[in-house]
């Protein structure tokens, strides 16, 4: 039994069978659960999490949960594959990710069927599931830590199946506005709304999403429930640590090697349809065909890992970006150099290497939820190099000050951004650096997490009537 639950759709590690059919443990890399999991050290937390992988499936069956850095433990829940189909790629990636995001290309999609509306189902069992489990594990009076769209309505069955947990439930995306919302069958949207209502409280990473979730409940609900912001910030000490490992500074000497005193435009990011990379390279395209003496002077390094691949909108974004950045090659490369280099791969260190020395760095998604790279990237670099950032991003609340801003849907205003990134004095650069990297680190992962646990509450009574 556990004071402190953790519950979320991935967990922090995940496992394959090894060549004598032992389980091996890999924890992920970089991103929200590795910081997250720093955070819980010496807790004892319990983090509940699905089974994804066929590793992960053998370790849910052998019912043992395995220990995690820091003290914490991992317990893997396994769901019929008809059910996780339902939960995580129709309803979840495929219809609340799209919703949160404002991605729907609305003459087409969403199509709410009847397939869709059995997938509903499922994502209602996937959560029911969860909580059953929370409710198996968490102590008496437990504090419960739910993560995001895919378990939105853990909270209602908790309500019911154990009250007396203090609950809370964290969305690390960002939340539609009432009319976005109302593409939803109002069913749906009601359940939804009145699930995520019956948890304790909800939280954002800035205000403009709570405020945008405190509005949906308006509509839905006849009372507002508790919503706060906690913004997450980057885990500075671990991520120098990457940046000072050996491996890291020799892929750091590499790179600065590669470039031959060329300015480093950078970016890292899924290759996912929120991020806005084609018209991060359109506006590029448009910069280097207006300021042909930028052509030889400046690299643009796109380092990217592959996302939801079995969902076909990343697919077909994924070869639209291929199409495009060859296009870029194509008309602005020279025998000796690239203007983009684009790399598909899942390589922490690499990424932390071009972080750590990047002249400007482009965040421009269309929509985010708060976007760490915002925060890690400034948290490294060392060559005072300057941040262009989206004005949507939820890292915006914070950085928008010492940042650029980028407008992401204005590729030419995107190009004349990047433009000013690249000649900006040195001084200039100093200054806005210094801040930004400062903001970035000031919210450490364990200090959100505090926050977050903090403002668990017992479940409001029915119907998701919150308190305030
Ligand atoms: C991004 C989002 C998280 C989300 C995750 C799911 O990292 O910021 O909020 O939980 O995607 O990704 P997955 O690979 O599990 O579909």
Known sequence: MSELVVVSNRGPATFSVGKDGELVARHGAGGLA??????????????????????DRRAARQGVPASLSGGSELRLVELAPEVQEAAYHVVANGTLWFLYHGLFDRARHPVFDARWHEAWDGYRQFNRALAEEVARCADEGATV???????????GFLASL???????????????????????????????????????????????????????????LDKVPEVFHAPLGTDAEALRAVAASPGCSARRADLLERLEGRSLLFRSDRVELSKNLLRGFLAYEELLEADPGLRDRVTFIARTYPSREDIPEYIAYRHEVERLVDRVNERFGAADHLPIVLEVADD??????????????????????????????PAVNDRDGVLALSREAGAFAELGTSALEIEPFDVQGTAAVLSRALAMAPDERAVRAKTVAEIAISRPPARWFEEVAGAARRPSRAGGAGRS
């Open 34 to 55: 590795p910081s997250l999991l720093n955070a819980l050290a010496g807790s004892d937390a319990l983090w509940i999490a699905t089974a994804m992988s066929e590793g």
């Open 145 to 155: 830590v739910v993560n995001d769209y895919h378990l939105a309505l853990v909270g």
């Open 162 to 220: 154990r009250p007396d947990l203090r609950t809370v439930h964290f969305h690390h995306t960002p939340f539609c506005d009432p009319e976005e919302l109302r593409v939803l069958p109002s069913a749906v949207a009601r359940e939804l709304v009145t699930s995520l209502a019956s948890f304790g409280a909800c939280g954002f990473h800035t205000e403009r999403w709570a405020d945008q979730f405190r509005q949906c409940a308006a509509a839905v």
């Open 348 to 377: 922490f260190e690499a990424s932390v290497a071009a972080l750590s020395c990047y002249d400007v760095l482009l965040v421009n998604p269309i929509r985010d939820g708060m976007n760490l790279v915002a925060k890690e990237g």
